[in-house]
């Protein structure tokens, strides 16, 4: 069933199309790779504040946790390297990962990466499930890095590549909103398991589920046109390109993709290329938005939510359902950004997200100050908590309709044939990188920022906003093989790219 027409407005070319049903159920399969990565960073957080777990895996935490002769400070309950070993590993792995999948990505096809994202995953969640050790524990993390590697690597790409220009932004998006409906599983989950002695095993192992979903969906999804063409397969990507658009009459779109393959080709080292000043704005958003994504601190609100909530005094229970709140607000709101982005463009979500995030980071990180001071020590009263947990909302709202979603949609559309496997990688990679260093580093850094933890975060908030209105052009409506149009009208961007950049509609580039 067609969805209506669309063309690519905005100063691109105008290709004929519908938006269909099958575009559309292939890119919801697809974007279920979303979960996997959704389901472990909600899973992680309360899993570690579950007494069980802890006493079986970290006593040392628990016994600190329970010590009431202790003097330590709130700020510092949670503070073991091991613990946040636990969690930090899979980045790391998925980091790792991420090189691997651009090779396959771009030898074997975006949808064998996405079925290997799953395996891993699933092999992972059953070491986790079943864990009678901890070193079985970081095996089993190792294993869901691989496959949030393979997955955060191929799904954006995927989605990017089967979708109209027109509704290019909202149906990437939906990989943000798979991700936000897999934390609010996982909190749900979460809250449920945790008045059960082994709770943390159901937990942890249902994580197997989305795994085998996207594993079964993957074997039915069809490739995309552009890497049916990478690949030399030209009739099999002129028949998906038809069957995606809903038309017969696919032959402009369809020869662009070919110039823009064949030109593709004269390029042997896609790692050297993006290095080239011609593709120095798609090398610098591929690595600062990532870079700013993780420094906006909302994975330290995600993965440690229950643990910080119980930190501020919430209690076990209140700490978990606050977890839940956030969750649901989190699925709302990238649901309001999948609805606003190709009207209103990438842009003003950027720039409105960030505003709200800087003012709720300094009006959290000033209450936490007033109420537990730098000795870590008071309380929060029921009005104060519901307050905070409502900046906390806010924040979090503030994020789902801008960074979280545009962080993995502006590099996936910005990047041409070429260089599009190379510059999701190094997307994929920094973002591992840094949430692998918070991860560590977080618990350490509340101990002893305290509430200027806050404040540092809402530093890096004011730099990358300041950095989106000066260097960012707007996206919105162009296809992906024209975006050196974009880049070489740009005040800044323009003196890097080339005049033969651009011939015909698409980019013509040669191999050094």
Not at 44 to 63: C, D, N, Q, R, W
Not at 349 to 376: D, H, N, P
Not at 433 to 447: D, E, K, N, R, S
Request: glycine share 10%.
């Amino acid at each position: 069933m067609a969805g209506g027409t669309f063309v690519a407005s905005g100063g691109g070319r105008h290709y004929e199309g519908k938006v269909t049903a099958f575009v559309l159920v292939t890119c919801f399969v697809a974007a279920m790779g979303g979960l996997l990565f959704g389901y472990d960073l909600g899973i992680t957080g309360g899993v570690t504040s579950m007494e069980p777990f802890l006493i079986k895996f970290f006593p040392a935490v628990y016994k600190q946790m329970k010590d009431e002769t202790s003097h330590e400070s709130q700020y510092c309950k949670f503070d073991n390297q091991l613990l946040t070993l636990f969690t930090s590993s899979l980045y790391l792995a998925a980091l790792v990962a991420s090189f691997f999948a651009s090779v396959t990505t771009r030898m074997l096809g975006r949808k064998p990466s996405m079925f290997l994202g799953g395996l891993f995953f699933l092999v992972g969640a059953l070491l986790n499930g079943f864990a009678t050790n901890v070193e079985m524990l970081i095996i089993g993390r190792l294993l869901l890095g691989f496959g949030v590697g393979y997955c955060n690597q191929s799904v954006p790409v995927y989605l990017c590549e089967m979708a109209p220009a027109k509704i290019r932004g909202g149906l990437n998006m939906g990989f943000q909103m798979m991700i936000t409906i897999g934390i609010l599983i996982a909190n749900l989950i979460n809250y449920v398991t945790s008045k059960q002695e082994n709770g943390w095993r159901i937990s942890l192992g249902i994580g197997a589920v989305p795994a085998v979903l996207l594993c079964l969906g993957s074997l039915f999804l069809g490739d995309t046109p552009n890497s049916l063409i990478e690949r030399g397969q030209h009739e099999k990507a002129k028949l998906m390109l038809q069957k995606i658009r809903g038309t017969m009459n696919v032959d402009e779109e369809y020869q662009d993709l070919i110039d823009a393959s064949e030109e593709a080709k004269k390029v042997e080292h896609p790692w050297k290329n993006i290095s080239q000043s011609r593709y120095r704005p798609q090398l610098t958003f591929c690595g600062l938005i990532p870079f700013f994504q993780q420094l906006t601190g909302i994975n330290v609100i995600m993965f440690y939510a229950p643990v910080l909530f119980k930190t501020l005094g919430f209690g076990n229970d209140a700490s978990l359902m606050s977890a839940v709140i956030t969750g649901g607000v989190n699925v709302v709101a990238t649901f309001v950004s999948i609805l606003t982005v190709d009207k209103f463009g990438r842009r003003i979500l950027f720039l409105e997200g960030g505003t709200q995030m800087l003012v709720c980071q300094i009006a959290i990180g000033g209450m936490i100050a007033a109420k537990f001071g730098i000795s870590g020590e008071g309380s929060l009263t029921a009005g104060e908590a519901n307050f905070l947990l409502f900046l906390i909302c806010a924040y979090v709202a503030a994020f789902a309709w801008s960074w979280g979603p545009l962080g993995w949609l502006v590099p996936s559309e910005i990047c041409s044939l070429e260089v599009r496997s190379a510059g999701q990688a190094i997307n994929v990679a920094v973002n591992m990188l840094f949430t692998f260093g918070i991860a560590q580093v977080f618990l350490t850094m509340l101990c002893h920022l305290k509430f200027g933890l806050f404040f540092f975060f809402a530093c890096f908030v004011l730099i990358m906003t300041i950095f989106i209105a000066l260097l960012l052009p707007e996206t919105k409506n162009i296809p992906i093989e024209e975006m050196s149009r974009v880049w070489k009208s740009h005040w800044f961007w323009g003196k890097f790219i080339p005049d033969d950049a651009i011939i015909g509609g698409y980019e013509h580039r040669t191999s050094p």
